[in-house]
């Protein structure tokens, strides 16, 4: 018989061909192109190859399957068996060799692209292909015949064992430990490459373990999440305050705090360098595992954290013409930032800025998102002192930035506070009584249940934070408390003793007693109407310049946008009108696009990419934008339709023209 | 008229062609593709793209060149001229507008690509291409509107205005400084770009002086050479004693501190980096130019010497299989070198290494002597403590190391020391009388003229340092008081005082009195011969391999290889035989290759390429060394003949078989 052959199919991909009888199934998956993992190059050691013979007639591929089709479990397999345990009816793909036709399944944790399972259910899925990948390996020992370096040797094995054929450098402090480590080995070692070009670890024998860090810097807050390098997986996460808050609550003031004392950026990267530092520390510790052993991190963050982070002055970002150092995307070693809690060449991918007010956060928002992937036209808001806004879809995207304030966060709200225990968080008025309901973080209950003062008693209700003020000025809106030009109303005072008289305005008191009286004021409502307004000027002025009047989908992203519930934000025009279910929260998109980018190195290049293509609109010197500005101070707005809103929900009928809209109407113009 | 164009020529380049009238004589280069230099790109700034215009009727060319073919003086050359100095008859050719033909001549110096001339009449020449390059370059300020980072801006317009288009990153120094140095140059500033793709360096505004050190690392003594990276000049050259000699004498010694201090190579790091860092501050102080204008730097040293400069652990180079941890070239930041007094972020280029024995030292004697590059089979010779050996041509080159031991540089030679003042560094012996006359170093005169005691008072005669040790024998050798054996002949003495017995064998008696005793003896004569051997064997173990009974040239490198007579070398047998006029000194070849590589990137490539072909055979483990080493211990040589030699000098006729060859004949065999 001139033809030994097997004819092997694997699934899921579907890719069959015929292979010489005894090739290991690893070979054939290899020689039919099918993705299989493997970490110890076919040594049994891995268990990465893991498959599953497929057993039965499969008359549509014209093969029968079963036990035959390979060889009986091999001594290396029941050796990793007993030491790290197989599955029943798993094989290792190494050592599993074909004896007739078969049909093998590999599973998804077996593939090297396997699909990252991200927590969404509409996120966009991930495929492993992480820049940090691991490759046991046995290196040739030195030949006084044929001399040559100990690193060459290593590369010569990489190339013939693993194809990394362009890999030409090492790390100089792998390089100090390579002589060492290869003997200590007996000349079998696992190293790290960085996108298949350079050595940034060697560890003596067989090495399965790489970890990244995921890190999202924030002004305000700074989270991390630790991810396993080969299954995507996040080991864990947290998250700290942003230390630089010393010099300065939000950003401005820490700009300020640069241009007054030369010198003073020093101190703010310092700041936000330990910070992160210490918190890659703090994760990596949770997951109880070896800081040596993280060897890659993404950042993201907004144009001045970006550039603090990085080492660079922020005064240019603080005046116009808003000129960023640089908006690429920058690879940096982990010793060039001060990171000293993980590998010291761990490799550090900052993501690129957009512009100067748009920054590596946004980019990661988009990345996350992908509207750029989309039919759809897309809208997302990330809402924080300012309030980054990008649109369109695959054709064109734009981004913008608007100065919201800090008032979506809590600030210049009388009764505002961060998001913290204690906190207003969900707010109903009772449109018969316009009695208030409410309800506050770290407490199930709602204020009206039994049981709810004692539920709080520890904390206090404190305040109310940035969801809370939103759902308690939409529902007043929606009670007729406050009319659609946001002006509390004085008639409301004879329904309720709830209204009063603040002197020239009026004020909605929502609890009083309990050592601190919150209400809303009509200053409240005015920093909210401010905010709101800019938040879709900006967007508004967006779908000018791609020419639109509609938006198909609105992704609100940030801490803050995760917390607001959509259909208010529709009811204070805080966005253009959407059907309510097509606006949805993104969650901590900005770190999620550093996971992706943590994960997958195609993703860098395909935002580096797409910041690229992004055309940027400067809300600052659009005239337009003060037009909008204004007509967008009314609820939901004071022209444009919101009919799919109006579908959704009772929204007050306007006043007749002409009408009392309240003491401090007539001043409003320049607020 | 349709065609308003001017016929140029350049010379010496003889490009013609036809451009539009007007057109400035740079542009006009650049069209044409004549080298002419320029760094503040055409901005009468910088005056390196001086021209002459020739006048004169030029009939072979078809051409009539005269004071009309240019614009008179324009006023940018006239400042030009005031500010630096036009030399007569010179215009810049960013300025200088053709107004009629022309035949312009492009002065040596104004040519990018400029020879450099180097002090050795046989050297190969160096074309000037540096890895760092200066450009003078107006970027454009941000704009709101079109919001680009200031990095982008500036690589945009190095692309546009110097052709950089692979040009996309930038160190982060530079990147800290950026925005601060365009500004204060307001948008005018020059960088230097290393290889084309990245910036290592800003200045606000014109500036126009970047200056590489080349390094030789020897284990003895470091030598550097700062050199202007747009001339090629050598500004200033100084040399030092390595420190690293308290930790032992020769390297051996070193590698066994290393072995018995664990650690101890972070001491030998430390003092030859703290040594290589005073140094360049050495150099650049003495020239007078600013050390963060010392952009580049490259470093040649023996494979041990190079791991110590590397933070590389030098054991393993100690002992068999003398594996290097890299035998590659490398291209670090100076910063990675802990070297403090040039640029942090200066490219330190370390040449590659041929084998554990064979340094980057070796491959700077290859890259200066180019025997690559010959027909001609040369031989090459760097005698030190280990004898490094390359032999061959543009089709082949073998290389080896011997162990020829420290006889050479006057250890192990009883009044053997270093070449200072006072060491005998010249030898003569009457034919007739057998009477000695020396020169010392330091002193012109002869010890036979008249005066010579009082001269020498200053430092005495206090020895006899290498290539004196080698005239002495050679001279004893060719005036019958030694023979061919090695043995110094008892039957001289009844001809000569001069010829003592001192126990079982003779000396001959240099010098008496003057407190130190002078003398060469029996033990002395057997060093050399057990060094001379061993080099000729290493060299005639390569010839073996490439079969070839014959060599063409042979170049003696290194400080010793530069102070021996070619004749003499031959007359003792350290080489082949060879014409005496096709041996000649190369000085300190491995510095020169040093400067080579910095001068000229594409030779680092040649290197990089030459060593990776280069053979290496390992003199230790082939049995036909010792063969070669035993027949070697003659002078010149027991069975080789030395024709060459012999028709340049008066060789003694060797003695019939059975003479008396002196007390200590019948013991020699396994000295």
Known sequence: MADDGVDIVFTPSGRRGRVA????????????????????GGR?????????LAEGDFPQMGI????????????????????RGLKPGRRLGCHARLRGDAVVDVPPESQVHKQVVRKRADARPVEMD?????????????????????????AQALSGQWGLDDLAEIDIRSLHRLQAVLRQGDWKVTVAVHRGVRITKVWPGFHDRAYGIACDVGSTTIAAHLCDLSTGEVLASDGIMNPQIRFGEDLMSRVSYVMMNPGGEAELTAAVRGAVDGLARAVYDQAGVDGGDVLNLTLVGNPIMHHLLLGLDPTELGQA?????TN???????TELDLENVHPDARVYVLPCIAGHVGADTAGVVLSEGPHLADELTLIVDVGTNAEIVLGNRDRLLAASSPTGPAFEGAQISCGQRAAPGAIERFRIDRATLEPRFKVIGCDLWSDDPGFDAAVAATGVTGICGS???EALAEMFLAGVMTA????????AARTARVQADGRTYSYVVREGGGIDIRITQNDVRAIQLAKAALYAGARLLMDTLGVDEVQRIVLAGAFGSHIDPTYALVLGMVPDCPPDKVTSAGNAAGAGARIALLNQGARQEIERVVRTIEKVETAVEPRFQEHFVQAMAFPHKTAPYPHLAAAVDLPQPRPPGGDDGPRRRRRRRD
């Open 468 to 470: 809370g003020i939103i």
């Open 44 to 52: 049994g050691i891995c268990g990465r190859c893991q498959v599953h």
């Open 130 to 154: 992480p820049a940090i990948r691991l490759h046991y390996v046995e290196v040739e020992k030195p030949d006084m015949h044929r001399p040559s370096g100990d690193f060459e040797r290593l």
């Open 321 to 325: 013409p808003f000129a960023l150092a």
């Open 21 to 40: 009888r005894g090739t290991s199934v690893l070979d054939a998956a290899r020689a039919l192109g099918v993705d299989v993992d493997s970490v110890c």
């Open 485 to 492: 030009d946001g002006v509390i109303d004085g008639a409301a």
């Open 64 to 83: 029968v399957s079963g036990p035959a089709s390979l060889d009986p479990l091999t001594e290396p397999e029941a050796r990793f068996d007993a030491r």
């Open 328 to 334: 690429a995307a920058l690879t940096l070693w982990a």
